[in-house]
T-cell receptor
Framework: AQSVSQHNHHVILSEAASLELGCNYS??????LFWYVQYPGQHLQLLLK??????LVKGIKGFEAEFIKSKFSFNLRKPSVQWSDTAEYFC????????FGGGTRVLVKP | KAGVTQTPRYLIKTRGQQVTLSCSPI?????VSWYQQTPGQGLQFLFE???????NKGNFPGRFSGRQFSNSRSEMNVSTLELGDSALYLC????????????FGAGTRLSVL
């Protein structure tokens, strides 16, 4: 069965710190990978996606993610976070349906 | 282009009642999916409709049902509500032509008392 796991439930950082959120997926076929973000009081928005090609993908707001096929991972990174990056982040994998990880709440302290 | 619209935004119901939630996808999108979001379980897939047919289904009891109309608008129904059904219900639409990206609405927050 398709599954996605996110390593951290909560992350607290200070502004300008680097962020890395882990995501591993389990799926037997071709899979599309996503990171979505949910800012407080707002709807889910797509940060970035990987379908094929260059395993390092860049998204909005300075985020990037690296697909490592051998590790079934799709980790999200941002070199220097801002207070406005406080949000919940969801990793998703889509085969015939989109499955999400449990989410990681990120709090950036000013 | 308008985004995914969900109505109502908030609902309060009591145990045993039923509820119907509505979702209007982005114009031109024919796939509509529903998700349940709770603090404990995260985002869980309910079902997907495409061209009025259910294409995929998650692991929810039969009390959760849905349908899609010819204009791609979708409704989700929950019968015999339980306290544990309190959640944010999200709808997402997806275009055709190979773009496998879900666009989400703001959700309907259901509270069951």
């Amino acid at each position: 069965a398709q599954s996605v796991s996110q390593h951290n439930h909560h992350v607290i950082l200070s502004e300008a710190a680097s962020l890395e959120l882990g995501c591993n997926y389990s799926y037997g076929g071709t899979v599309n990978l996503f990171w979505y973000v949910q800012y407080p009081g707002q709807h889910l928005q797509l940060l970035l996606k990987y379908f094929s090609g260059d395993p390092l993908v860049k998204g909005i707001k300075g985020f990037e993610a690296e697909f490592i096929k051998s590790k079934f991972s799709f980790n999200l990174r941002k070199p220097s976070v801002q207070w406005s990056d406080t949000a919940e982040y969801f990793c998703g994998a889509a085969g015939n349906k989109l499955t999400f990880g449990g989410g990681t709440r990120v709090l950036v302290k000013p | 282009k308008a985004g995914v619209t969900q109505t109502p935004r908030y609902l309060i119901k009591t145990r045993g009642q039923q509820v119907t939630l509505s979702c209007s996808p982005i114009s031109g999108h024919r796939s509509v999916s529903w998700y349940q979001q709770t603090p404990g379980q995260g985002l869980q897939f309910l079902f997907e409709y495409f061209s009025e047919t259910q294409r995929n289904k998650g692991n929810f009891p039969g009390r959760f049902s849905g349908r899609q109309f010819s204009n791609s608008r979708s409704e989700m129904n929950v019968s015999t509500l339980e306290l544990g059904d309190s959640a944010l219900y999200l709808c997402a639409s997806k275009g055709t032509g190979g773009e496998n990206i879900q666009y989400f609405g703001a959700g309907t927050r259901l509270s069951v008392l």
